[in-house]
């Protein structure tokens, strides 16, 4: 298994990234969250999960174990797969998600696309005993990033499965909450607040 890449970020696109280690470049799926933290040329570390499939290996990226170690506890509970693991991480921090299940709220985990009441009552049962307690981590919720936000929100919605018009209307929508971090977004509060556009919208 592949714990984790380390060396310089090669290329970054809105759903992944490749790092270059030993002249190699390893391309990584990540999340809004952790894309943001990186910056073209500049020295990373990435926590890794290696998925294995019959017709693909995919080597998906985290800003730090304990992300990635929720990632794969989520995949434990049935009908949860990699991109429903990761766009879980994509809505909510590790922290959140485990408050969200040790109080039993539905809520949070419907805020997710492809997680339906039913789905989210299933969810709580089954990862209950799995997450443990939150951490008590009060880091806000996704990097600064100045530049591209549309396109990366833009792409994190369509790899949650939203139409491309859905999610164009859903980047215009917060585009003055954008406007108003004075240059500064934060994706992954942005992608929270897309969501909850489009739910009501459904």
């Known amino acids: ?12 696109a809105p759903d992944s990234a490749v790092v270059e280690v030993g002249g190699i470049g390893i391309a990584v799926q990540c999340t809004p969250n952790t894309l943001s933290g990186l910056r073209m040329g500049r020295q990373t570390k990435l926590a890794t999960s ?9 080597l998906y990226g985290f800003a730090d174990d304990d992300e990635r170690q929720v990632f794969e506890l989520l995949q434990t509970a049935s009908g949860v797969g990699p991109r429903l693991a990761q766009a879980m991480l994509a809505v909510h ?11 039993g709220d539905e809520k949070a985990l419907t805020a997710v696309p492809g997680i339906g009441k039913k789905g989210a009552q299933k969810l709580l049962l089954e990862l209950k005993d799995r997450l443990g307690a939150p951490t008590g981590a009060t880091a806000a919720v996704g990097a600064p990033v100045t530049q591209g936000w549309r396109d990366q ?10 139409a491309t018009r859905e999610a164009e209307e859903a980047v215009a929508a917060v585009a003055p909450q954008a406007e108003a971090a004075g240059g500064t977004p934060q994706v992954g509060q942005l992608l929270k607040a897309a969501l909850q556009t489009l739910n009501r919208a459904r």
């Open 153 to 162: 929100l833009h792409a994190a919605l369509i790899g949650l499965g939203y």
């Open 50 to 58: 290696l998925v294995v499939r019959e017709d693909s290996l995919t």
């Open 93 to 103: 921090t590790p922290d959140a998600l485990r408050r969200a299940v040790a109080t």
């Open 1 to 12: 298994m592949i714990a984790f890449v380390s060396g310089p970020v090669a290329a970054l």
